[in-house]
């Protein structure tokens, strides 16, 4: 995990190369998203982002020809960057311009309160960021809304370590990449949230959302523990159509809790918790063990 090197191998395990470091940062990745056949890499400390072309040979640095390229930091007050999702440009009727932004949403850095939503552009290398868009909570996971054309935030109670959080629950915003503005800042009228932990597209434009507490919330933060509900949202109405607790038996949220619900290559959507890998039946909140 420290100091941060990547790796790659076959689709079976084998093969495995370590290629090296990655990073300035030398901490460890927090999120790592495919854009344009490249990767980028969100690492920790100091939220620094690297990109990587798979193509090209491996050649790690800050300067031109460096692959992977570290390119800093898209706000300097964050530090750990647990979100990241990249989003195409927007054609408008003056232009149809190529390429677009990877979009970061990150932790404050040691000592501060508000987490920022960040934003780097590969083709121009400009950034920018908003912090306290939720004031003393971390955008801690992004999911790109195409129908609406907007990013789809879910935040948590987490400020920069060293601090108490001062929040006991998270929340939602629709954020307008073109504007780069909220759109809608909410609970989506959903009394029992607590933080949002996990974000990933349903049936029929609905999404599903984890709610409950980050064990490193927990164990760093002084906040209280909290059982995890799945929800199925409208982020039309901008409502929850179902929510149901995820059995006790399934054990509790890992610490990097923003990747648990992923998807197979046949949409079935699977999680994952410190004890059980779960299925979720589509289009409900019904869900069931596939492993312990």
């Given amino acids: 995990m420290l100091p941060e090197h990547l790796f ?13 470091q990655c990073s300035v940062s030398g901490g460890e990745a927090y999120s790592m998203v ?13 939220s620094r982002i690297s990109l990587y072309d798979p193509k090209l040979p491996y050649q790690f640095g800050t300067g031109p020809g460096a692959n992977p390229l570290d390119v800093g930091s898209a706000d300097i007050l964050t530090t750990r960057p647990h979100a990241m999702i990249y989003v195409p440009d927007l054609p408008s009727e003056a232009s149809a311009k190529a390429g677009g932004k990877i979009w970061v949403g990150a932790a404050a850095t040691y000592g501060l309160d508000d987490g920022a ?10 950034r920018g960021s908003t912090r306290g868009i939720m004031p003393d909570r971390t955008p801690f996971v992004l999911l790109w809304i195409p129908e609406f054309q907007q990013i789809l935030v879910g935040f948590n109670s987490e400020p920069g370590t060293g601090v108490m959080a001062k929040v006991d629950r998270g929340g939602y915003a629709f954020w ?25 597209p349903a049936v029929n434009g609905l999404v599903y959302a984890l709610s409950g507490r980050n064990p490193r919330l927990v164990t760093h933060y002084d906040c209280q523990p909290a059982p995890t509900r799945l929800c199925l949202i409208d982020p039309a109405k901008r409502c929850v159509v179902q929510s149901a607790p995820l059995p006790e038996s399934y054990g509790s949220l890992p610490f990097e809790s923003g990747h648990i619900l992923r998807a197979d290559t046949d949409g079935t959507i699977y999680g994952a918790t410190t004890e059980t890998v779960f299925r979720i039946k589509p289009g409900t909140v019904e869900t069931e063990t596939v492993a312990k």
């Fill in 117 to 126: 939503l960040a934003w780097f552009d590969p083709a121009t290398a400009l």
């Fill in 176 to 200: 307008d990449p073109q504007n780069n503005k909220a759109t809608y800042i909410g609970d989506f009228d959903d009394p029992d949230l607590v933080d949002v932990c996990s974000l990933i």
């Fill in 34 to 46: 495919n854009y344009e056949g490249k990767i980028a890499i969100g690492s920790y400390p100091a």
């Fill in 8 to 20: 790659s191998c076959d689709l079976d395990g084998g093969n495995m190369v370590n290629h090296g």
